[in-house]
C-alpha cells in the first residue's frame, strides 16, 4: 500500500469516530431492537440465559485487559494510532485480536442473555465488520511498521482463535 495511505490512518484527527467501542454500542442497540420489535424464535430460555453473563462479563475482562497491557507499554490502543512496540504478552500469546474478539464474545453473550434468534445475527456480522474495516488494515499498518517482527508473530498466533 502507498506510503499515504500509512500517514492517513495513523492520523487519529481523519477517523475520530470510527472506533470498534462506537460499532460495539450500535451493535448493542440493534440487538435490543431486534430482541423487542423482531425476536424470531427463542432459542434460550430461563434460567438459561443467565450462560451468556459468563461470555460478557469474559468478553469485558479480555477487551479491558488487553487495552490496559497496551496503555502499559506505551503504545496506542485506538486504531491506526501510533505503533510504538509489539505487544506479545497476556492474551496477545494467543490471539492477535483480544480486544476485538473480547467485542464479539460480549455480543454472543447478550444474545443469550436474550435468546432469541434474531439477535445472534448481530455478533457475527459485528465479527465480520470488525474483521474487514480493522483487522485487515491494521495487519497491513502493522506489517509496514514492523516487518519481519510481526511477520514472525503472525506465524507463531493465530488472528482470532
Given at each position: 500500500?502507498?506510503?499515504?495511505?500509512?500517514?492517513?490512518?495513523?492520523?487519529?484527527r481523519?477517523?475520530?469516530?470510527?472506533?470498534?467501542?462506537?460499532?460495539?454500542?450500535?451493535?448493542?442497540l440493534?440487538?435490543?431492537?431486534?430482541?423487542?420489535?423482531?425476536?424470531?424464535?427463542?432459542w434460550?430460555?430461563?434460567?438459561?440465559t443467565?450462560?451468556?453473563?459468563?461470555?460478557?462479563?469474559?468478553?469485558?475482562?479480555?477487551?479491558?485487559?488487553?487495552?490496559?497491557?497496551?496503555?502499559?507499554v506505551?503504545?496506542?490502543v485506538?486504531?491506526?494510532?501510533?505503533?510504538?512496540?509489539?505487544?506479545?504478552?497476556?492474551?496477545?500469546?494467543?490471539?492477535?485480536?483480544?480486544?476485538?474478539?473480547?467485542?464479539v464474545?460480549?455480543l454472543?453473550?447478550?444474545?443469550?442473555c436474550?435468546?432469541?434468534?434474531?439477535?445472534?445475527l448481530?455478533?457475527?456480522?459485528?465479527?465480520?465488520?470488525?474483521?474487514?474495516r480493522?483487522?485487515?488494515?491494521?495487519?497491513?499498518?502493522?506489517?509496514?511498521?514492523?516487518?519481519?517482527?510481526?511477520?514472525?508473530?503472525?506465524?507463531?498466533?493465530r488472528?482470532?482463535?
Amino acid at each position: 500500500m502507498p506510503e499515504w495511505y500509512f500517514v492517513a490512518m495513523a492520523n487519529e484527527r481523519l477517523w475520530p469516530r470510527d472506533l470498534p467501542p462506537v460499532w460495539l454500542l450500535g451493535s448493542l442497540l440493534a440487538m435490543v431492537a431486534l430482541h423487542v420489535w423482531l425476536p424470531g424464535p427463542r432459542w434460550l430460555w430461563p434460567p438459561w440465559t443467565w450462560g451468556g453473563l459468563a461470555f460478557v462479563v469474559s468478553g469485558g475482562w479480555l477487551t479491558l485487559g488487553s487495552a490496559l497491557r497496551f496503555r502499559r507499554v506505551g503504545t496506542g490502543v485506538r486504531p491506526f494510532s501510533a505503533a510504538s512496540s509489539l505487544v506479545r504478552g497476556g492474551a496477545y500469546r494467543w490471539t492477535r485480536n483480544p480486544m476485538y474478539l473480547g467485542m464479539v464474545a460480549f455480543l454472543v453473550g447478550i444474545a443469550g442473555c436474550l435468546g432469541t434468534t434474531t439477535t445472534v445475527l448481530v455478533p457475527v456480522a459485528f465479527w465480520v465488520l470488525l474483521d474487514r474495516r480493522f483487522v485487515r488494515r491494521e495487519e497491513a499498518f502493522l506489517r509496514a511498521r514492523f516487518g519481519a517482527d510481526y511477520d514472525a508473530w503472525c506465524r507463531e498466533v493465530r488472528r482470532w482463535l
